[in-house]
């Protein structure tokens, strides 16, 4: 009986565990490196430094980035063609900066505007198994830290 009493009160322990450290999801998460910081896809969006979201209106955007058709074009590059990423990819001495895509950002949260046209403040190439056209832009978006809005000139 003393068994089952202990068993019962360590499993919700070990959840409670599994849940801060944000390990239910299985895998590596997306992540590039950028001037000596490693920036990642957050598996929690609570746990996250910063967010971003998109939008489909360039009106609503803060930030658009264009998806280029060859990697020469693009500002950020994006190529593998591994099923897996390698073990330390995105090491760094200092944890990771994590950024979280979110439905319904704040005011001051980066809005993306991701289209094949231009203008735009990037320019994205992405042929990958592990990365998405989304993980992409929202990793390059968040490694700057973009939170201005574009604003339009008159004249």
Same mark, same amino acid.
């Given at each position: 009986? =003393?068994?089952?009493?202990?068993? !019962?009160?360590?499993i919700p322990l070990a959840i409670v565990a599994l849940f801060a450290r944000g390990e239910f999801l299985a895998g590596p998460?997306?992540?590039?490196?950028?001037? $000596?910081?490693? #920036?990642?896809? !957050? !598996?929690?969006?609570?746990?996250?430094?910063?967010? #971003?979201s998109f939008t489909s209106d360039p009106g609503r955007a803060t930030v658009r980035v264009q998806i280029s058709d060859n990697a020469e074009a693009a500002d950020f590059t994006v190529i593998d063609d591994i099923d897996t990423a390698?073990? $330390?990819a995105c090491a760094s001495s200092a944890p990771p =900066?994590? #950024?979280?895509?979110?439905?319904?950002?704040? $005011?001051?949260d980066p809005v993306i505007y991701l289209s094949r046209d231009g203008p735009a403040e990037h320019r994205i190439f992405v042929s990958s198994k592990s990365?998405? =056209? =989304?993980?992409a832009a929202a990793l390059i978006v968040g490694a700057r830290g973009e939170r201005h809005r574009i604003e339009a000139a008159s004249l």
């Open positions: 009986m =003393l068994r089952l009493k202990i068993l !019962a009160s360590v998460r997306p992540c590039i490196e950028l001037s $000596g910081t490693s #920036v990642q896809i !957050a !598996a929690l969006a609570w746990q996250a430094h910063r967010h #971003v390698e073990d $330390g =900066l994590l #950024v979280a895509i979110s439905r319904n950002p704040s $005011g001051s990365f998405s =056209l =989304l993980d």
